[in-house]
C-alpha cells in the first residue's frame, strides 16, 4: 500500500521549490520541478483536517507516511461502521515507521503531528507488537527508460541540406544558426524591486557568450507578439505547438513577486526561449520569430559582428571543427535535441525532468547519506548523457558521414573523421542537457566536496605555494620558462569560465600544450603538441611545470574542478590525451595537499 501512494503524484502543498537562497536573495536556484495544475489545486482545497495537518510536514518521506494514515482516518469515519473500527486500527502498525530526521531540523509547528501520530499508534499497541524503530535507507527513485519512440508530437526532424546551408549568409543574413540561451538568475537590486532575468547567450559556431537582462514582461510581450504574427502567417500551423504544448507564466496582478513565482517562471522561460531559438529557417514565418528573437538577445550589429567573425575563422584557420560540413551537422543536432516536438528533444527534456526531482530527493535525504546519493545521480546523468550520444549517433543520417567523410578525406583517415563526428555530437548532446541541469550538477559536486579540505588545498595554493619560482617545484633549468608558462596559467584559469565538461577539458588540454610549445621553445626545437607519449618531455618533465602551472593559475575551486570534470567525463576520454591530462590534474592538486 505504501509503494502505490508513493508513486501518487503530490499535490502542490507536498511538492516543493527548494531554492539555494531565500525569497529576498538576489540570486535565486532551482533544484525541483514545481507542478501547478489545477486538479492538485481541487484536491488540496478538498482535503480533510488531518490532510491539512500533514501538509505542514517539509520532508516528503514523513508527508507521505501521515498522509497514508489520513487516508485510513478519513475512511474509517466517513464509510466504515464504528464497530469496524478496532480492524482498521489493528493494521496501522504493520506500515513502516516514519523515517527519523535530526532534532534541529524539526520546528514547532511539527510537534502537533507527532503527537497526533503517538496517540494512533498507542491506541493500537495492545492488540499487535509495534515494530522496532529503525532509519530506512533513502534511494532514488529509478529512472524511467529513454523513450525514442514516435507519436502524435514527436515526429522524426527534418535536416536541412548541405546546399541550404552553404548559402545562410546569402538567404539569411540577419539570423544566426543557432544560439544556445540559459536563464542563469533572477536580480533585484531592492526587496520590492522588479525582478531582471538574467540570461548567458552562446553563439553556436563561434562560441561568443554575452550576457543580457529581460524583465518579465518584455518576454512576455515578445511571446504575445509571435504569437500575433503566426495567427496571420499560413504557415501558422507549424508553430502552434509554442503556444500549446508549452506552459507559459501569466503575468501578476500582484506588485511584488515571490521568490517562488520567479523561480517557476526562470524554468519555463527558459524551455520556451531554447525552443524558439531551435527553429530552423523553413519558410518565412521561421525566418521572422527565429530573427526576432536573436533582436530580443542581441543587436543587429553584433549579430553582423558574429557572421563576420566566423568568417575570418574559417579562412585563418585549418582546424577541422571549422569545416563547413561538421557546422551543418552541429546545427541540425542543436535544433534537433532543443526542440519539444521532436524525438530527441521531447526525450532530453522529459529528463530534465526527472533529474530536477530526483536532486529534489537528494536535498532531502539525511545529511549522512547525500555524498553517496550525489555520486549515484551524477554517474546516472553521465550515463543518460551518454546514452543520448549514442542513440544520436546511431541515428545520424547517412548524408552527414557522407559529406564529411569527403571534405576531410584528403588530409584525416577514416579514424579522424569518426572522431570528428563523435566530437559534434557530444558537444551538442552535452549543450542539450547538461546546460539546463548547470546549477543541479554544481548542488550534487559540491555534496561530493569536503569543505575542509577545499578549503586547505585553495588556501595553500594562494598563501603557502603562490609565487614560489619554478626550481621549487623541481623544474630543471633547462625547462623553465622566461615568461611563467603564462598561456598554462591562463587556459587553466579559464576552466571556471567554461560550463559544460569538454569545454574544460578542452582548457586543460591547451594547458598541457602550451607547456609543450614552452619547452620546445626552451630547448630550441619544436614540441609534438599534445602527445603525452613524446620523446620530448615525459611525464616526470611534465608534472613538476603542470603543477607551477595549476599553483600560478589564480583558480578559485580546483578541488571542485576535479571533482566535476572525474565525474563528468565522457568515458572514452580516459584513455586518450584528455584522460591523461585529467590525470595530471588530479596528480597535481595530491601534490599541493600533501604539502600542506
Known amino acids: 500500500m505504501l509503494v502505490v501512494l508513493l508513486e501518487e503524484p503530490p499535490s502542490d502543498h507536498h511538492r516543493n521549490v527548494l531554492a539555494l537562497a531565500r525569497d529576498d536573495d538576489d540570486e535565486v536556484s532551482i533544484l525541483a520541478e514545481p507542478s501547478r495544475s489545477k ?102 527513485p529509478p529512472l524511467p527508460p529513454l523513450d525514442f519512440s514516435p507519436s502524435k508530437h514527436r515526429k522524426r526532424p527534418r535536416s536541412m541540406s548541405l546546399s541550404s546551408y552553404e548559402t545562410w549568409t546569402l538567404d539569411f543574413p540577419s539570423i544566426r544558426p543557432g544560439m544556445s540561451v540559459r536563464v542563469v538568475r533572477a536580480e533585484r537590486t531592492a526587496l520590492n524591486a522588479v525582478a531582471h532575468y538574467v540570461m548567458h547567450v552562446v553563439d553556436l559556431h563561434t562560441k561568443v557568450m554575452w550576457e543580457c537582462r529581460k524583465r518579465f514582461r518584455e518576454l512576455y510581450a515578445f511571446r504575445r507578439e509571435i504569437k500575433t504574427m503566426c495567427r496571420n502567417s499560413p504557415y501558422g500551423e507549424e508553430l502552434t505547438y509554442l503556444f500549446e504544448h508549452l506552459a507559459f507564466p501569466k503575468r501578476s496582478v500582484v506588485g511584488q513577486t515571490s521568490g517562488a513565482r520567479i523561480l517557476r517562471r526562470r524554468l ?171 546549477e543541479q550538477i554544481t548542488f550534487l559536486v559540491e555534496l561530493t566536496i569536503d569543505v575542509d579540505v577545499e578549503a586547505a588545498l585553495t588556501r595553500s595554493m594562494e598563501h603557502d605555494l603562490y609565487g614560489k619560482p619554478q626550481s621549487f617545484f623541481g623544474i630543471p633549468d633547462a625547462l623553465q620558462s622566461d615568461v611563467n608558462f603564462g598561456k598554462a596559467c591562463y587556459h587553466l584559469s579559464m576552466m571556471e569560465d567554461r560550463v559544460l565538461p569538454h569545454e574544460k577539458l578542452h582548457e586543460l588540454v591547451l594547458s598541457a600544450n602550451e607547456i609543450f610549445a614552452a619547452c620546445g621553445d626552451a630547448r630550441g626545437g619544436s614540441s609534438s603538441m599534445g602527445n603525452p607519449t613524446s620523446t620530448m618531455m615525459n611525464a616526470d618533465d611534465f608534472l613538476p611545470i603542470h603543477i607551477y602551472a595549476v599553483v600560478h593559475s589564480n583558480l578559485k575551486r580546483p578541488y571542485f574542478a576535479k571533482e566535476f570534470l572525474s565525474a563528468m567525463i565522457h568515458p572514452n576520454k580516459m584513455l586518450g590525451e584528455t584522460g591523461y591530462f585529467l590525470t595530471m590534474f588530479e596528480a597535481a592538486l595530491k601534490y599541493v595537499s600533501e604539502s600542506m
Request: proline share 7%; net charge negative.
Open 39 to 140: 486538479r492538485h489545486r481541487v484536491a488540496a482545497k478538498k482535503s480533510s483536517g488531518w490532510s491539512q495537518l500533514c501538509q505542514r510536514l517539509s520532508t516528503s518521506a514523513e508527508v507521505r507516511y501521515y498522509a497514508l494514515l489520513a487516508q485510513l482516518l478519513h475512511k474509517e469515519h466517513a464509510r466504515l461502521d464504528p464497530r469496524q473500527s478496532r480492524v482498521l486500527t489493528q493494521n496501522v502498525p504493520s506500515l513502516p515507521p516514519p523515517p527519523s530526521r535530526p532534532p534541529s531540523s524539526l520546528s514547532h509547528h511539527h510537534q502537533p503531528m507527532e503527537e497526533a501520530s503517538s496517540v494512533v499508534v498507542s491506541s493500537s499497541s495492545s492488540s499487535a507488537p509495534s515494530a522496532p524503530p529503525s532509519r530506512p535507507s533513502v534511494d532514488l
Open 268 to 438: 519555463v522561460l527558459e524551455t520556451f526561449l531554447r525552443n524558439v531559438a531551435s527553429l530552423s529557417p523553413d519558410t518565412p514565418l521561421h525566418v521572422a520569430v527565429v530573427g526576432r528573437l536573436q533582436r530580443e538577445l542581441c543587436s543587429a550589429a553584433f549579430i553582423t559582428h558574429l557572421a563576420n567573425e566566423s568568417v575570418d575563422v574559417d579562412t585563418t584557420r585549418c582546424s577541422p571543427h571549422d569545416l563547413v560540413e561538421l557546422k551543418w551537422l552541429a546545427f541540425d543536432l542543436f535544433r534537433n535535441l532543443n526542440s519539444c516536438c521532436t524525438i530527441e528533444g521531447d526525450t532530453c527534456q522529459r529528463f530534465l525532468h526527472v533529474f530536477r526531482n530526483r536532486c529534489a530527493v537528494v536535498q532531502d535525504a539525511p545529511p549522512s547519506g547525500q555524498q553517496e546519493l550525489a555520486r549515484q545521480a551524477l554517474q546516472d546523468l553521465r550515463n543518460v548523457t551518454t546514452q543520448i550520444q549514442h542513440y544520436v549517433l546511431d541515428t545520424l543520417g547517412p548524408q552527414y558521414r557522407r559529406a564529411i567523410s569527403t571534405a576531410m578525406c584528403d588530409s584525416h583517415t577514416m579514424e579522424q573523421v569518426d572522431e570528428a563526428i563523435d566530437e559534434c555530437v557530444l558537444v551538442t548532446v552535452e549543450d542539450a542537457v547538461m546546460v539546463p541541469l548547470q
